[in-house]
């Protein structure tokens, strides 16, 4: 695969030139440890209820704390990157797929490119929240759902980078001589186009999964996506608020959480569109 | 110029057309009964048949898409579930409170955006600019409302400087500012910084410098000027972006504006107000785009020929 060794060529080149993007990728990493190896990272369950040792400051048995119903903050931290990590991943891969067949569409068949190009742009000029909370409002508000918004506020995105890739890729030699020779247009697609673009797609996928993650928080957070007792940082926050005269531990810890994990694909994903871009290379 | 304008006032026509489109289209998935929906939980027999009757929503879709048309031309948009007031009279009560705190944003985050992407640029590779990059990305990696909430407990629990919520005083106006304003800075000085590398790279810009031209005004006049063209466009998606930012915001600081109406309507379900604020929401990205570009076309007449 061309875009494998272009990864693996640039390898190198990104961990010794990118420093803060090899920060980033550590943080990413352990971030992903964290989620996968949640229970083996504590001694509480996230739900496990303590009223006698509600809202108590970080201390050596609860190193974040607890909150109003004395939960330990620290695990439900841990546990909250599950469910913020898997609904980023969820979403953007799905807003991908979708996004990428309809951008390849829309460059490829001239007929489709009116309607939906025109439809993307219209959706890219929202911003990504109140698309969500559109689609929030009409199927109303559960965890499915709010995934669904998040995908589809990704959706345009991709399109439109995809469709302005196949614009460029279409014109090239190697496309031009399988039309000639009558390859069908799935075959085109899958061979010479798709491979082409992908470096572009992964790119895009790692720059907008923080702000799928940002979005779900919000959505969490204004009490439109993850419900409580779940534990999930925007919810953890929407949480401490009723709290935070006493109890403001409650509320620096899930937000520290969140804020490094977006921090770390931001930074990631900077780096990475660098390494993948040439062009880039001697900024 | 003139023949630029009409151009691009023909363009946004069709597009809020077809975003009123898209919106009637979309709650026509709602499932269930759509009067039932939209009349709300604590309605009355009556009136679910009065909103049935109001929206033809016993009649084919074509037929309730022209009513609905219809009444939107009139101004009308329904009447909130909640509170039974006309959607219009909930709306204008509350936009321009969401519109002059996004003003101010857009100006905050302007200025200390462009200062800030240009002193990177400046000292390219040098202890200044790192600090702003690793400022900006943290600009941008920090979640609004966790800012807000720790800006709450330093400076209205700890200090008691600051109010918590409401839009009474300028006083209420500098930590929603703020909050909305630190993702647009980062985002904004990035944008210049890299827009300055670009120009700075110019031939004409080291003809100037050939010529024995003071560095102070190569970069005032030859390199500002082009430089600030793309942060232009940055600057005007910003604003639209913070007429949506405002949705947390406006909720974490009990902000009386367009955003909190909109959360509150879509946790209470009360989908007249959300068509109503969508729309609205809608219109106003369309015509600041069309700001962006006719302002677009005023600096740079290379636009205006294309």
């Known amino acids: ?283 | 110029m003139l023949s630029y304008i009409i151009r691009r006032l023909l363009v946004c026509i069709p597009t809020v057309f077809l975003v009123i489109t898209l919106v009637f289209f979309a709650f026509q998935l709602i499932p269930g009964d759509a009067a039932l929906i939209f009349a709300g939980e604590q309605a009355s027999q009556e009136q679910i048949a009065q909103i049935r009757s109001d929206l033809g929503l016993d009649k084919p879709v074509f037929e309730q898409y022209s009513i609905y048309l219809q009444r939107l031309l009139k101004g009308d948009m329904g009447k909130s579930a909640i509170t039974g007031r006309p959607v219009f009279l909930e709306i204008k009560s509350r936009f321009f409170n969401t519109v002059r705190l996004a003003v101010v944003a857009t100006v905050v985050s302007s200025i200390f955006g462009i200062v800030f992407g240009t002193i990177s640029a400046l000292k390219r590779e040098k202890p200044a600019d790192y600090v702003i990059s690793v400022l900006s990305i943290f600009g941008i990696s920090i979640p609004s409302f966790w800012l807000a909430l720790l800006l709450m407990y330093f400076f209205s629990v700890k200090l008691k400087l600051l109010p918590t919520t409401g839009n009474a005083s300028l006083k209420h106006y500098i930590m929603p500012t703020i909050v909305l304003s630190v993702y647009s800075i980062a985002f904004i000085a990035r944008m210049t910084r890299s827009s300055l590398f670009e120009i700075l790279g110019e031939d004409y810009v080291r003809t100037a410098r050939e010529k024995g031209m003071k560095e102070r005004i190569v970069i005032a006049k030859h390199v500002l000027r082009n430089a600030l063209i793309p942060v232009i466009t940055v600057v005007g998606l910003q604003f639209g972006y913070l007429l949506g930012g405002a949705v947390v915001t406006e909720t974490v600081f009990a902000w009386p504006g367009l955003g909190r109406l909109l959360v509150t309507s879509v946790e209470q379900r009360d989908l007249m107000v959300v068509q109503g604020v969508l729309l609205v929401f809608a219109t106003s990205f369309v015509l600041v785009n069309l700001l962006i570009d006719l302002l677009y076309g005023l600096v740079d007449p290379r636009i205006r020929f294309n």
């Open chain 1, 1 to 283: 695969m061309d875009t494998l060794n272009h990864i693996k060529n640039n390898f190198h080149f990104f961990f010794k030139n990118n420093k803060l993007g090899t920060i980033g990728g550590i943080i990413v990493i352990l971030f992903i440890l964290i989620a996968v190896f949640a229970p083996y990272l504590v001694t509480y369950s996230p739900n496990q209820i303590d009223l006698t040792s509600a809202l108590k400051s970080p201390s050596k048995g609860h190193i974040f704390g607890t909150d109003n119903n004395g939960r330990d903050i620290y695990t439900r931290v841990v546990f909250g990157s599950r469910i913020s990590l898997s609904i980023a991943f969820i979403s953007v891969t799905l807003g991908a797929i979708i996004g990428v067949t309809l951008g390849l569409l829309a460059g490829w068949f001239k007929r489709s490119e009116m309607i939906i190009m025109r439809l993307v742009d219209v959706l890219l000029s929202f911003p990504g929240i109140i698309v969500a909370l559109t689609i929030i409002s009409i199927l109303g508000t559960d965890v499915k759902n709010m995934i669904i918004a998040v995908t589809f506020s990704q959706i345009p995105q991709f399109a439109r980078l995809t469709h302005g890739q196949v614009l460029s890729v279409k014109e090239r030699e190697f496309v031009t001589s399988s039309v000639t020779v009558g390859a069908d247009d799935l075959w085109i697609m899958q061979k010479c186009i798709l491979p082409n673009i992908l470096s572009s797609i992964i790119v895009q996928m790692s720059i907008l999964i923080p702000s799928a993650i940002m979005m779900a928080a919000s959505l969490s957070f204004l009490g439109l996506g993850v419900r409580p007792p779940t534990a999930e940082w925007g919810s953890m926050l929407q949480d401490s608020v009723k709290w935070f005269r006493m109890a403001p531990h409650m509320m620096i810890f899930p937000g520290l959480a969140l804020m490094l994990v977006v921090f770390g694909f931001n930074t990631l994903g900077d780096g990475l569109r660098v390494a993948l871009d040439p062009r880039m290379k001697n900024r």
